[in-house]
């Protein structure tokens, strides 16, 4: 009864969160596979600078994502009338993210140099990078304003917003980098373009959808900077900033790594990461579901019951991670056709190889994720950040990165060692985090207290 009561519950709030991840991943496959169409060294650009543009908004989207555990913890504990002044909060805070990736974009060319790919490579991740350089407002802008809807709950919302971005990012897709319907063929170059667009009219909508809240109840208008809630966001949320940075750094250092092997390991790579997304996104929602369940029944100062979620969640996803994860070991060509250029080359019968023995990697660590992603949500959902960004720095820099470092660079390891080390320090902090959640210290935490804001 408590699995089916409070699982019910999880899925109301999860299942819109999963359309929406899923949405966001077919968007993602979509656009890359449409990439791939257009030339296989675009396909080779494309998530490197994808990946890293990840990382330079990774600190500003994980902050201004955390305004979601101050409206469910505010949510639960009937303080409504916080809730908008906090995501005005994480607003400002996204128009710091934007003018400091605008002072990016002219230094991509050396950045992208500095890990030795191929001249048309790095041609083409740079023109990606600077392009979605100047989206960063608006994906910073639209976490903080979907966590007004989210952390109450109002899932619902964020998969009708989510829906119409995918929508619109598609056709443009279609459109610029074919050159269809009288626009020039732009390759990745329209790729980039149709990213940035489709992310202003996202968060436009957001906006329009919370200023059409309630004001007297929510403080919807309440737009002023306030300077110890902005900084409670800060101490809070730049944490879960850097989890989010170290967490999409290290994956972007390892496919930059992987490119120093050549094109068909790291078209591969990227390739297998793809398909890896339609597992890790539909979970990621469970997760954040999760998150937003535990802050509420923070601040109603019920955490046993957030505890009964979290487990829960993690036996839903487990259950269909190793589904999944089963796929795609006994069907890896069905995944990988959806990524065959229109002229198939010889090159492309490698990459193709090369992906089947990649998604066995991929289907184990998997299931390991499950763990990761599942309590660490819970721990977020406390406020546990600071612990989280411990586990990160350590982990990515003394199980990752120095381990790959090591065996790519003095040692000279192939393609296998590196998703090797890659496979060890996902298991690693899976079991870290569970430990962390199991010992309960997080049901102590709460980040609203009454005394920050008198």
């Known amino acids: 009864m408590i699995f089916e009561f409070y699982g019910k519950k999880l899925l ?10 899923s949405i966001w991943t077919i968007q993602h496959f979509v656009d890359r596979m449409f990439v791939s169409w257009y030339s296989v060294k675009a396909l080779a650009a494309v998530l490197p600078a994808s990946f890293l543009n990840l990382t330079t908004t990774s600190i500003f989207i994980g902050t201004a994502y955390f305004v979601n555990t101050f409206v469910a913890q505010y949510y639960g504990a009937k303080k409504y009338e916080k809730i908008g002044e906090i995501v005005w909060q994480g607003l400002y805070w996204a128009l710091i993210g934007g003018i400091f990736h605008l002072f990016l974009i002219p230094f991509a060319p050396e950045i992208f140099k500095i890990f030795g790919h191929e001249k048309e490579v790095l041609h083409y991740e740079t023109i990606y990078f600077q392009i979605v350089c100047t989206g960063a407002f608006a994906a910073i802008g639209s976490a903080s304003v979907s966590s ?14 989510s829906f119409l971005q995918t929508s619109l990012n598609l056709i443009l897709d279609y459109i610029l980098i074919f050159g269809k319907f009288g626009f020039p063929q732009m ?22 959808l919370f200023f059409d809240r309630n004001n007297r109840i929510f403080g919807t208008l309440n737009f002023k900077l306030n300077v110890e809630i902005f900084k409670r966001l800060l101490k809070y949320g730049v944490p879960n900033g850097i989890q989010f940075f170290l967490d999409i750094f290290v994956w972007t250092i390892f496919l930059l790594v992987i490119g120093r092997q050549g094109v068909i390991p790291l078209s591969s790579s990227n390739i297998a990461f793809n398909i890896n997304t339609i597992a890790f996104m539909p979970m990621l929602g469970i997760g954040t579901g999760v998150s937003i369940l535990v802050g509420q029944y923070i601040g109603r100062e019920e955490p046993e019951i957030g505890e009964k979620i979290t487990y829960i969640g993690f036996w839903i996803t487990f259950i269909y991670m ?22 198939y080359t010889a090159d492309f019968n490698k990459v193709k190889d090369l992906t089947i023995i990649l998604l066995k990697f991929v289907a184990f660590y998997s299931i390991f994720d499950t763990m990761n992603v599942i309590f660490l949500s819970g721990l977020r959902g406390a406020g546990d950040t600071k612990f989280i960004m411990f586990v990160f720095v350590l982990s990515s820099i003394f199980i990752f990165l120095v381990p790959l470092y090591i065996c790519t660079f003095i040692f000279n390891h192939g393609i296998f060692v590196s998703w090797t080390i890659a496979t060890l320090y996902v298991i690693l902090i899976g079991f870290i985090f569970f430990i962390r959640f199991h010992k309960g210290n997080w049901k102590k935490m709460k980040i609203i207290e009454r005394s920050v804001f008198i």
């Open 148 to 161: 007004f809807f989210s952390g109450q709950g109002k899932t619902k919302i964020v998969l009708f917003v």
């Open 322 to 343: 190793c589904s999944i994860a089963l796929s795609y070991v006994v069907f890896p060509e069905f995944y990988i056709k959806f990524f065959k250029p229109k002229v």
């Open 12 to 21: 109301k709030v999860s299942v819109p969160l999963i359309l929406s991840s």
């Open 187 to 208: 390759g990745i170059k329209g790729a980039g373009i149709a990213t940035v667009i489709s992310g202003y009219i996202s968060l436009l909508i957001y906006l329009i």
